[in-house]
């Protein structure tokens, strides 16, 4: 996204952040045309102060680093502060997260990334994921990236074609010779 947008990059690690004083003073930090990258946000820092009771507040002290400012951070008065921002968050568990931090306006879209399967990484029929990223990154031209990226799959489906025809006439010259081994023992 960072190359294609031309934006700088920026990881943010919440767990270094103590305060929302803090968070609002590294977010005016940041240049415009900027990617925020907070990974893992799930387990960085404990954001479920929703749950506490009004009295419970006191014990977090005037210093610490609250849902409600993170909150502000994404979308609130702090987030208009600068000039075309995206945020990226990286999560395991997104069922930890605060529904509130999941609305639509704070974080728009949710991509899954799962495990590879044996077919996705699969280096002698398809190419695994690392050197279709390899394509992608081969052009700063978004169209000329994918089109490498598709003349790259096309020419690992003519391999792997070609080695599944290899396979398979082996595979009946075997029966074949085993068919006539038998006719000859009998």
């Not at 931090?101 to 695994?128: A, F, K, N, Q």
């Not at 089109?147 to 799959?153: A, I, M, P, S, T």
């Amino acid at each position: 996204m960072a190359n294609y947008l031309k934006f700088d990059v920026y990881d943010l690690e919440l767990a270094s952040i103590y305060s929302n004083h803090e968070l609002r003073r590294v977010l005016l930090s940041t240049t415009n045309h900027s990617i925020l990258v907070i990974e893992d946000i799930d387990c960085t820092v404990d954001l479920k102060n929703r749950k506490l009771k009004d009295k419970d507040y006191s014990q977090l002290g005037p210093n610490k680093l609250t849902l409600s400012g993170l909150l502000n951070f994404i979308d609130g008065l702090w987030s208009s502060c600068g000039d075309e921002r995206i945020i990226v968050f990286t999560t395991n568990h997104k069922d930890r997260l605060d529904p509130a931090l999941l609305r639509s306006g704070r974080m728009d879209v949710h991509i899954h990334l799962s495990y590879c399967t044996t077919s996705g990484v699969d280096r002698e029929r398809r190419g695994d994921p690392c050197r279709g990223s390899e394509e992608l990154m081969k052009s700063d031209d978004a169209d000329g990236a994918l089109q490498g990226l598709v003349n790259f799959l096309k020419r690992k489906k003519v391999e792997s074609n070609k080695t599944e025809d290899e396979i398979e006439e082996s595979t009946e010259k075997a029966k074949r010779q085993k068919t006539d081994e038998g006719e000859e023992t009998e």
